[in-house]
């Protein structure tokens, strides 16, 4: 459960990500007093305007409903859940659309510039109060660390399991 503008959001951790309650999301963007009819209108409503299904983005889920039971509800992971909003027709939803058009913009610039994305990332750790020279070693282990998974490839490692095992021996030999 993670809390949003004081009201609960239901999530559940599945293949690596987490899926949200899309009824929760509702919820709280909205000042609908049923957030199910209103999720369950919405989907018809931006299937005949959009041409987007909304229920493609999503998966029925067995997550505990507010009685304690465990219920079936329609969950989307991060990206479909930001696909959803967009389609939220709400003044609530407006401050989501505005964060989502701006990241898209920097995305693109970052395309274009690839050095604005490093620059953004020490900022980030500037802004979480880091010290510059921690930042520094940060990025020069990120990438020493990409240098590295270069030449693992080169010599033929493919496999996830692969490039775990070498990173645990040489955090061993590293710190032991």
Known sequence: MVVFQ???IRRIWIESEWYFSVVDIVAVLTSSKNPRDYWYKMKIRVKEEDGFEPSTVCRQLKIEAPDGKMRFTDCS???GILRIIQS???PKAEPF????AKVGYERIEEIENPELAQQRMKEMFEKKGYPKDWIDKRLRGITIRQNLTDEWQERGITKQMDFAILTAEISKATFA
């Open 97 to 100: 659309k505005r964060w989502l």
């Open 6 to 8: 004081n009201k609960n």
């Open 88 to 90: 939220i027709p709400s």
């Open 77 to 79: 992971n991060t990206e």
